[in-house]
């Protein structure tokens, strides 16, 4: 149940919900990583719900290493909704 209200979710989020999220949980993006984090949001969510080590091996080269281990961190504090 909680996955499927996810991925609800995120079929209506826009870059800018991401973007305010981001912000509100201590995350300085730069544009190019939002639009990272937003592409993976709205595009891989399916491959992350089976195998989230694959996608943050992905992106760990593509962000500040501030932001990687906030998105560690974040990822582990509310994965039980998509589990």
């Given amino acids: 149940m909680n996955k499927q209200f996810v991925i609800n979710y995120i079929k209506q989020v826009k870059k800018e919900d991401i973007a305010f999220f981001a912000l509100n949980q201590g995350l300085n993006v730069s544009n190019k990583e939002l ?3 937003y592409y993976y949001i709205k595009n891989e969510y399916e491959r992350f ?12 080269d593509k962000l500040e290493p501030d932001n990687y281990q906030k998105l560690i961190y974040l990822y582990n504090k509310y994965r039980f909704f998509i589990t």
């Fill in 35 to 37: 639009d990272l984090i």
């Fill in 49 to 60: 719900f089976n195998n989230p080590k694959e996608i943050f091996e992905e992106v760990y």
